[in-house]
């Protein structure tokens, strides 16, 4: 299994880094500034850190002692193939302030597909009905907070949020949401001590939205 989970990592490397030259090919298009890191620097860094998070991500799920090959592959695989498109949107939100619809949407429909199919696999009905209610609830509350300040760009993200972790349970999406918003909060706070932020700042939110995802969806895997 060692392997094939190797394999994975590297095909989603490669993926990860060549949605980063799509995605840089694209902004330029549209006329915004390209990042001040070369392209092919950028591309290897998404293809390095998409790497390193899914190893990352087995090795918490071998110290949880999840022996099942079965099951270890239905909690990773999910994760393999979304770890792609959520490490770009990680670095375009932050040097843009941008959440593409090109990598937006293709991640929640891989997200609702991939949980989809697992809670029919598994028959369990509670988490298939959690990846749909999740996204729709969690998704109109962003879509509220949009009228103070959040873009609907985050509002979409957080309904991938929704599908990933409402699989496991309906309040996850809901720790993520405040997991990432203390961070970005203590993290504004600091830059505002630094005098390199102001109240009146705007700050990408997807970022932590997604370090959030990861951090509470290990946080539950160890928990269970």
């Known amino acids: 299994m060692l392997g094939f989970h190797l394999v994975s990592w590297l095909v989603m ?6 949605l980063s030259e799509r995605s840089t090919w694209a902004l330029q298009r549209r006329g915004i500034a390209s990042p001040v890191v070369k ?7 998404v293809a390095f850190f998409t790497y390193i998070l899914q190893g990352v991500a087995w090795l918490v799920v071998q110290l949880c002692a999840v022996s099942d090959p ?14 792609p498109f959520l490490v770009n949107l990680m670095w375009i939100d932050a040097a843009h302030h941008l959440l593409p619809n090109r990598l937006v ?18 028959g369990n009905y509670r988490a298939l009905l ?5 996204p729709l609830l969690y998704g109109v509350f962003m879509l509220i907070l949009t009228r103070f ?3 609907m760009g985050d509002a979409k993200l957080m309904a991938v949020l929704g599908a990933w972790l409402g699989f496991y349970n309906l309040a996850l999406p809901g720790l993520a949401l405040l997991v990432a918003s ?20 705007h700050l990408a ?11 509470v969806w290990m946080l539950n895997l160890a928990w269970s």
């Open 13 to 18: 490397a490669v993926f990860g880094g060549y």
């Open 39 to 45: 392209t092919t620097w950028l591309n290897l860094g």
């Open 70 to 83: 079965q099951a270890e592959l239905q909690l990773l695989l999910p994760l393999y193939l979304l770890t």
């Open 105 to 122: 949407y293709p991640a929640l429909a891989l997200a609702l597909g991939c949980f989809s199919v697992l809670g029919l696999l598994q």
């Open 130 to 134: 959690g990846v749909w209610v999740a």
């Open 149 to 151: 300040g959040l873009g």
């Open 182 to 201: 203390m961070g970005m909060g203590f993290f504004a706070l600091a830059l505002m001590l630094c005098g390199r932020a102001s109240l009146r700042s």
């Open 205 to 215: 939110f997807g970022p932590w939205l997604i370090m959030a995802l990861y951090v």
